[in-house]
């Protein structure tokens, strides 16, 4: 079955830095990747999505993420952090032919002022 | 645009009560699901619905029941609730035409559940 692992449960950047979660997958076939974001009391929102062709993506609110099939990763960037960034990401895969997402177990992103 | 709706953000419940969620979408959508979300523990898949009346058992099934009687409602039941159940769930469907596990998940703002 695929899985993704979130590294940092956990992520304090300031206002204006670099922003980088990162999320490892393990596929035996190519994998759908997902960057969901949830900000406090709502439902998961999509950022953005591989499935095939360009391995940059880039998604919603500056987002962006690079398909590293060498390095099984699938981080999630964004150049200045802005404080509406604060919210819990998700990275997931969908299997080729399933219908359900495996998703991992989230990153809480903190943004200080 | 798409729209989940859950009938409550809610919800206290006691020990051993029959609890219902139910969730709405509005875009025709083949796929709906049912996750439950902990702390350190992410999205967990209860049960999903590849269409009407069919459904599949997820990673975490046991003490849950589903019902999908029209193409767009998916119900999630606890029969008997306990306080393990107590979680935040979140309803979700997709477009099961064209590439199906391609196609994004639309999520549903959740139901808070409290089981005393």
């Known amino acids: 079955a695929q899985s993704v692992t979130q590294l940092g449960s956990h992520v304090s950047v300031s206002e204006g830095a670099l922003v980088l979660l990162r999320c490892n997958y393990s596929?035996?076939?190519?994998?759908?990747l997902f960057w969901y974001v949830q900000y406090p009391n709502q439902g998961l929102q999509l950022l953005l999505k591989?499935?095939?062709?360009?391995?940059l993506v880039k998604g919603i609110n500056g987002f962006e993420a690079e398909f590293k099939k060498s390095e099984t990763s699938f981080h999630l960037t964004k150049p200045s952090a802005h404080m509406s960034d604060a919210a819990e990401y998700f990275c997931a895969v969908s299997e080729n032919s399933g219908y359900a997402l495996n998703f991992g177990k989230g990153t809480s992103l903190l943004v200080t002022p | 645009d798409v729209k989940v709706t859950q009938s409550s953000r809610y919800l206290v419940k006691r020990t051993g009560e029959k609890v219902f969620l139910e969730c709405v979408q509005d875009?025709?959508?083949?796929?709906m699901f049912w996750y439950r979300q902990d702390p350190g523990l992410g999205l967990r898949l209860i049960y999903f619905?590849?269409?009407?009346?069919?459904?599949e058992k997820g990673d975490i099934p046991e003490g849950y029941s589903v019902s999908r009687e029209k193409k767009e409602r998916f119900s999630l039941i606890l029969e008997s609730a306990s306080t393990n159940q107590t979680s935040m769930y979140l309803c979700?469907?997709?477009?099961?035409?064209?590439?199906?596990?391609?196609?994004?998940?639309?999520f549903g703002p959740g139901t808070r559940l409290t089981v005393l």
């Open positions: 591989y499935t095939t062709g360009a391995t």
């Open positions: 979700a469907s997709r477009s099961g035409k064209d590439r199906g596990p391609n196609n994004e998940q639309f």
């Open positions: 619905s590849y269409d009407v009346k069919m459904k």
């Open positions: 875009m025709d959508h083949e796929n």
């Open positions: 596929s035996s076939v190519p994998p759908y």
